[in-house]
């Protein structure tokens, strides 16, 4: 009898454990704000809508590794020149569950940022930057598969003069709402 119920309780256990792993994948909405200028000239504009997507796995309750893709937004002068930017990153996420529904997440990993220049009068040109990434947020489970989400990132961007070809780096911030399906 006590190995009959050594086995269910380490089967309960082991169905419990399974239950926070697995892959999931996401979109996210939100708005981006890069600190980089596309010339010389004051900016009018630094903030842009944009939309995202993830993938990732989950290796327990606390441990997530995801890669997501997100417009960090647009930065655009008083001459009409726009500085734009993308970035590709992939981080170790860290989740802190409060309840059955509700759970806190920070990460952190390396992003790489592409930053297009267009614009008659653009001074910089685009360039890319590999940089630290950084987060946090809060996720609302609906249900065991779908979760809401709510963020803030961090990446590193850069411009580059189009003369002299010396790269200004900056940072973008990018708030976002998301939801993420678990499979």
């Given at each position: 009898?006590?190995?009959?119920?050594?086995?269910?309780?380490?089967?309960?256990?082991?169905?419990?454990?399974?239950?926070?792993?697995?892959?999931?994948?996401?979109?996210?909405?939100?708005?981006?704000?890069?600190?980089?200028?596309?010339?010389?000239?004051?900016?009018?504009?630094?903030?842009?809508?944009?939309?995202?997507?993830?993938?990732?796995?989950?290796?327990?309750?606390?441990?997530?590794?995801?890669?997501?893709?997100?417009?960090?937004?647009?930065?655009?002068?008083?001459?009409?020149?726009?500085?734009?930017?993308?970035?590709?990153?992939?981080?170790?996420?860290?989740?802190?569950?409060?309840?059955d529904s509700f759970?806190?997440?920070?990460?952190?990993?390396?992003?790489?940022?592409?930053?297009?220049?267009?614009?008659?009068?653009?001074?910089?040109?685009?360039?890319?930057?590999?940089?630290?990434t950084y987060g946090?947020?809060?996720?609302?489970?609906?249900?065991?598969?779908?979760?809401?989400?709510?963020?803030?990132?961090?990446?590193?961007?850069?411009?580059?003069?189009?003369?002299?070809?010396?790269?200004?780096?900056?940072?973008?911030?990018?708030m976002t709402v998301?939801?993420?399906?678990?499979?």
């Amino acid at each position: 009898m006590k190995k009959i119920a050594a086995v269910v309780m380490l089967s309960a256990a082991a169905s419990a454990f399974a239950a926070d792993e697995g892959f999931y994948a996401g979109v996210t909405l939100g708005s981006g704000k890069p600190h980089v200028t596309p010339s010389a000239a004051a900016l009018s504009k630094n903030s842009d809508s944009m939309y995202g997507g993830l993938v990732g796995y989950q290796y327990n309750k606390n441990v997530a590794l995801e890669a997501q893709y997100t417009g960090v937004g647009k930065a655009t002068d008083v001459l009409g020149n726009t500085a734009k930017g993308d970035a590709l990153s992939l981080s170790v996420v860290g989740l802190l569950p409060l309840n059955d529904s509700f759970e806190l997440l920070g990460k952190v990993g390396v992003a790489r940022a592409k930053t297009t220049v267009s614009g008659l009068t653009a001074t910089n040109v685009g360039t890319s930057r590999t940089g630290l990434t950084y987060g946090i947020g809060a996720q609302y489970n609906v249900n065991q598969n779908l979760g809401l989400r709510l963020g803030y990132d961090r990446y590193a961007v850069a411009t580059a003069s189009s003369v002299s070809g010396i790269k200004t780096n900056g940072n973008a911030s990018v708030m976002t709402v998301g939801a993420v399906y678990k499979f």
